[in-house]
């Protein structure tokens, strides 16, 4: 059998010039079932251009969608203990660390840049997903509250893109102290004077929607994300009742008024630089459609696409 496969095989597939076609050259929409080609789908920024559906985007992607031609300083992530209360589950910690740093090239799961938008200078904060869940823990802490501090000392705005499944469970009771110390970093921002948006992506739930994540001027959501606290099923059991259809997503919570705005990811650094620069007094770009948005402000009006991945 080796022989076949290692020899008669690649042989016949010479002859009749076939080729090995890489694994993730298409990309199956979860909504449609329609293979969508990879190339296509990162030129629109992880957002399947038949459906709308919005696919999990890489941290340091939307950073360089979102950014004036892609240029972005990063900050460096403040030195906190590592793995300091010893814990194991299946492995420990500190393996579980090594590994996400291995395999995203983080620190942790927050990282702050610096760059402009529609060339208005801001501050950046953004959830890495892809490092345990975006979850908070001390160095994560320690990096929103330095990119409040940068934006604060820079008399920049912030903007935070939100991606995570909440507190880290293996720091414990530490990882919960970063909910209130990152909320006296906001207020911080915000008596300094300097506007602070909240993006909520797909997802935003546990203690940083119970934290930072709401305490935005602005809360935008991207399409179908979820944003909650406790999961779902939780909730259907200790209430017993059953919860409404598209319960915790980006539409039901606008409905509700627990987000202002619902926009597509290929619109949110215009949106962004619109808002940001009437609410700093500049001169905003013009604006052809209204729609209502929080505080009075205006916007161009924005279909809502089919929901994000789960």
């Keep these: 059998m080796n022989w076949i496969t ?13 080729r090995e076609m890489p694994e993730n050259l298409w ?5 449609s079932g329609e293979m969508v080609f990879h190339t296509d789908l990162e030129k629109n920024q992880w957002v399947v251009p038949s459906s709308g559906h919005h696919m999990r985007i890489p941290a340091r992607d939307r950073l360089r969608f979102f ?5 972005f300083e990063t900050l460096e992530q403040p030195k906190v203990a590592i793995d300091p209360l010893k814990f194991r589950d299946e492995k420990r910690y500190i393996d579980r660390l090594k590994e996400h740093r291995t395999k995203t090239g983080q620190d942790d799961a927050i990282i702050n840049a610096l760059g ?3 060339g208005l200078p801001i501050v950046v904060t953004i959830h890495d997903f892809s490092f345990m869940g975006g979850s908070l823990g001390m160095a994560a802490g320690e990096a929103i509250i330095k990119g409040f501090e940068t ?6 705005p912030l903007v935070l893109f939100a ?3 909440g507190a880290r469970m293996q720091e414990g009771i530490l990882s919960l102290m970063q909910l209130p110390r990152t909320t006296v970093a906001v207020e911080m921002l915000k008596e300094a004077g300097l506007p602070y948006i909240v993006v909520l992506t797909n997802p935003t739930t546990g203690g940083v929607s119970a934290s930072y994540a709401m305490l935005g001027d602005i809360h935008i959501a991207e399409p179908g994300a979820l944003i909650g606290f406790a999961g779902q099923r939780v909730i259907e059991q200790t209430i017993r009742e059953k919860l409404p259809e598209g319960f915790q997503r980006a539409e039901y919570l606008k409905t509700h008024g627990m987000v202002d705005m619902v926009v597509p990811r290929p619109q949110l650094k215009t949106t962004i630089a619109r808002l940001l620069k009437m609410m700093m007094g ?5 604006i052809a459609e209204e729609t209502d948005v929080p505080n009075g402000l205006a916007t161009t009006a924005l279909p809502v696409p089919a929901k994000a991945d789960s």
């Design 116 to 118: 402009t938008i529609e």
């Design 282 to 286: 500049q001169p905003a770009t013009e």
């Design 6 to 18: 290692n020899y008669v095989r690649p042989k016949i597939n010479s002859m009749l010039g076939r």
């Design 67 to 71: 950014f004036d031609d892609g240029i």
């Design 163 to 165: 991606a995570s499944g």
């Design 27 to 31: 990309i199956k929409d979860p909504e």
């Design 151 to 156: 934006a604060i000392k820079q008399k920049k």
